[in-house]
């Protein structure tokens, strides 16, 4: 009888890790994972799978980007935004990174909490919304500024920590 229950516990404890490993990816980016009705955008897009790919999402990023005035985010190289990444792209960045104060604020204290690292497509959503909150702190003012400031700067600190992790240096507050 006791064995019985040893297996019982083992085997619940270990539906128990599965279902919270399988959930914890959502917590930091939930719109990478529930698409929009009207949308094509394919579930959990990820742009970077091979250094070509990086290398893109650079130019891109380096590309001059248009945010539009209902947050949506487009490139303006007609080449560029020609590409087939260029469309992944611009999902990740429309339907999946958080674009106001408050939405950027929850992940900032989500990655605060997170035990371990980054997984590779939440670090890349991470780093696109620290190049999208460094964007509205440039075209900011006043007030403003200083609140994107301090959304690019939690980031910033959560990006560091995680790459300090992942290298296993050890990490000062």
């Known amino acids: 009888m006791c064995w019985k229950t040893l297996l019982l516990l083992l085997l619940c404890y270990d539906a128990q890790a599965t279902v919270a490993h399988r959930w914890s990816r959502a917590v930091l980016f939930p719109a990478a994972h529930r698409p929009k009705r009207s949308s094509s955008m394919p579930l959990n897009p990820v742009l970077q799978s091979s250094l070509e790919e990086v290398e893109l999402l650079y ?3 380096l590309a001059e980007l248009d945010i539009s005035p ?5 490139i303006k190289d007609e080449e560029l935004a020609s590409l087939r990444k260029a ?26 909490s997170l035990p371990g690292i980054l997984k590779k497509e939440d670090f ?10 460094a964007y509205r702190t440039a075209l ?3 007030h403003q500024k200083d609140i994107w400031a301090q959304s ?6 959560a990006l560091r920590h995680d790459l300090m992790r992942s290298s296993g240096s050890r990490v000062s507050a």
């Open 87 to 112: 469309s992944d792209f611009r999902t990740v960045c429309n339907d999946v990174i958080p674009k106001r104060i408050p939405d950027i604020r929850r992940l900032s204290a989500s990655l605060a």
């Open 152 to 157: 690019l700067l939690s980031l910033f600190q």
């Open 124 to 133: 890349e959503r991470t780093a696109l919304t620290l190049a999208y909150a």
């Open 59 to 61: 130019e891109f990023l």
């Open 140 to 142: 900011s003012q006043g």
């Open 70 to 74: 209902d947050l949506q985010i487009s």
